[in-house]
């Protein structure tokens, strides 16, 4: 059966043990942020225990110590997605300051008035945003690729948009609210034929499949360790080293400098530019531990894992009439986004919620998607390694009752 092989994982996380409502949890807003495994959670709290103390600065062993434990993590990352050298991985809060980081410090200062940055029309918020902030400081335009109906990008349109003018192009791996996996190759190839650079959000595509950002062609690629199994408030961006040698700081501060007097400061090369001020010690380490429990369970079986889990669902939802799936694009992550006519997303939520069953009602940070497809808001189901049958059993359940209540 698929996904049984994938069982003894559960047992892993605390918090998918504890009864909600009385009933088995299940658990369905990893999109959102995944749960963590006892080793991460040991990793941070060992950290704390065992050898806390501030990092690069201390002549004594526990701050060798945990500076050690804290640069051994950028070996685990570059492993993770294939980079080519340590130097390229950057710690940070997580994907949302990684793309602000990329946007100020590469991308604004190549952009003049009427200037191009390319993004799409299933992007998250904070792969929009930042992109209006630094084309509206400079006169710049922020041009948008159009998605089609199933809720894969429109290739033909993505094309037509690349223009004379076009400085940056950035793009989301997977879409977080209709589970596309956008073919990031070829927009990194179409791109690297004008010269463009890429920056690939890979928020939903780490927590989820192999990356090798080398393979894809990427300029930049970030996730946040919260998604992938670790804590939340730290991330990491990765660029190619000429880049990330030819930017200037984002941030100014300490750790991040050669030498400083008042006239004049000598910033250090990259990583360390680009990460002034303490950074999140135990969270960097427990990042480390979460990369490694997925490398442990294989993250090829995790997509096919999720992948079947999908299959099941979308089996399973297709029985209902009214019911409407939002993304039906070919070859999917473990992403499911519905309406259901009559019934708004949150009372479902919210019914759901009293049955055990944890989804994300809303517009998921994507509201320009919301409005593509004409809907307020959706529901959205999304798997980690650690669902299975039985939680969407839970779901449908769940919307039985719903429907029962409501319609
Ligand atoms: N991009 C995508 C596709 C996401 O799903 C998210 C998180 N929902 C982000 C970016 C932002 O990540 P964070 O909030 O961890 O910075």
């Given at each position: 059966?698929?996904?049984?092989?994938?069982?003894?994982?559960?047992?892993?996380?605390?918090?998918?043990?504890?009864?909600?409502?009385?009933?088995?949890?299940?658990?369905?807003?990893?999109?959102?942020?995944?749960?963590?495994?006892?080793?991460?959670?040991?990793?941070?709290?060992?950290?704390?225990?065992?050898?806390?103390?501030?990092?690069?600065?201390?002549?004594?062993?526990?701050?060798?110590?945990?500076?050690?434990?804290?640069?051994?993590?950028?070996?685990?990352?570059?492993?993770?997605?294939?980079?080519?050298?340590?130097?390229?991985?950057?710690?940070?809060?997580?994907?949302?300051?990684?793309?602000?980081?990329?946007?100020?410090?590469?991308?604004?200062?190549?952009?003049?008035?009427?200037?191009?940055?390319?993004?799409?029309?299933?992007?998250?918020?904070?792969?929009?945003?930042?992109?209006?902030l630094v084309t509206e400081a400079t006169g710049?335009?922020?041009?948008?690729?159009?998605?089609?109906?199933?809720?894969?990008?429109?290739?033909?349109?993505?094309?037509?948009?690349?223009?004379?003018?076009?400085?940056?192009?950035?793009?989301?791996?997977?879409?977080?609210?209709?589970?596309?996996?956008?073919?990031?190759?070829?927009?990194?190839?179409?791109?690297?034929?004008?010269?463009?650079?890429?920056?690939?959000?890979?928020?939903?595509?780490?927590?989820?499949?192999?990356?090798?950002?080398?393979?894809?062609?990427?300029?930049?690629?970030?996730?946040?360790?919260?998604?992938?199994?670790?804590?939340?408030?730290?991330?990491?961006?990765?660029?190619?080293?000429?880049?990330?040698?030819?930017?200037?700081?984002?941030?100014?501060?300490?750790?991040?400098?050669?030498?400083?007097?008042?006239?004049?400061?000598?910033?250090?090369?990259?990583?360390?530019?680009?990460?002034?001020?303490?950074?999140?010690?135990?969270?960097?380490?427990?990042?480390?531990?979460?990369?490694?429990?997925?490398?442990?369970?294989?993250?090829?079986?995790?997509?096919?894992?999720?992948?079947?889990?999908?299959?099941?669902?979308?089996?399973?939802?297709?029985?209902?009439?009214?019911?409407?799936?939002?993304?039906?694009?070919?070859?999917?992550?473990?992403?499911?986004?519905?309406?259901?006519?009559?019934?708004?997303?949150?009372?479902?939520?919210?019914?759901?919620?009293m049955e055990g069953v944890a989804v994300r009602?809303?517009?998921?940070?994507?509201?320009?998607?919301?409005?593509?497809?004409?809907?307020?808001?959706?529901?959205?189901?999304?798997?980690?390694?650690?669902?299975?049958?039985?939680?969407?059993?839970?779901?449908?359940?769940?919307?039985?009752?719903?429907?029962?209540?409501?319609?």
């Amino acid at each position: 059966r698929p996904g049984a092989d994938m069982a003894p994982y559960r047992a892993d996380f605390p918090v998918l043990q504890r009864p909600m409502n009385g009933r088995r949890l299940a658990f369905l807003d990893s999109a959102a942020s995944a749960q963590k495994p006892q080793c991460v959670i040991d990793a941070e709290r060992d950290c704390y225990e065992q050898y806390y103390a501030n990092i690069h600065r201390g002549v004594y062993q526990l701050s060798q110590r945990s500076t050690q434990a804290f640069e051994n993590v950028r070996g685990t990352v570059k492993r993770f997605i294939n980079a080519a050298d340590e130097r390229e991985v950057v710690f940070v809060r997580g994907a949302t300051e990684a793309i602000n980081l990329v946007a100020q410090s590469f991308v604004r200062p190549r952009l003049q008035p009427g200037d191009e940055v390319l993004i799409t029309g299933m992007e998250h918020h904070a792969n929009i945003v930042p992109w209006q902030l630094v084309t509206e400081a400079t006169g710049a335009k922020l041009v948008v690729a159009p998605v089609l109906d199933d809720g894969s990008l429109d290739m033909d349109g993505l094309r037509e948009r690349i223009s004379e003018r076009t400085r940056f192009m950035s793009v989301v791996h997977v879409s977080n609210t209709l589970g596309t996996i956008n073919p990031v190759e070829t927009i990194t190839a179409l791109a690297h034929e004008r010269g463009i650079p890429v920056l690939v959000d890979g928020a939903q595509s780490a927590p989820h499949m192999p990356v090798d950002v080398q393979a894809m062609g990427a300029d930049f690629y970030t996730f946040s360790a919260h998604k992938t199994y670790g804590p939340s408030g730290s991330g990491i961006l990765w660029g190619r080293l000429e880049h990330l040698e030819a930017m200037p700081p984002y941030q100014g501060g300490g750790d991040m400098i050669r030498t400083v007097t008042f006239e004049r400061t000598e910033y250090a090369p990259p990583p360390q530019r680009f990460e002034a001020g303490t950074p999140n010690i135990a969270g960097v380490i427990a990042m480390g531990a979460g990369l490694e429990y997925m490398e442990s369970v294989g993250r090829e079986a995790i997509l096919a894992h999720e992948q079947s889990l999908l299959a099941y669902a979308n089996e399973r939802l297709a029985a209902w009439d009214d019911l409407h799936v939002i993304g039906t694009a070919p070859g999917k992550a473990g992403v499911v986004s519905f309406v259901i006519d009559g019934i708004h997303p949150h009372d479902m939520g919210t019914i759901l919620d009293m049955e055990g069953v944890a989804v994300r009602v809303g517009h998921h940070c994507t509201q320009p998607l919301m409005e593509r497809f004409n809907v307020p808001a959706t529901v959205r189901a999304s798997f980690g390694l650690y669902n299975d049958r039985e939680d969407v059993d839970a779901l449908i359940d769940g919307l039985t009752k719903v429907k029962s209540l409501l319609a």
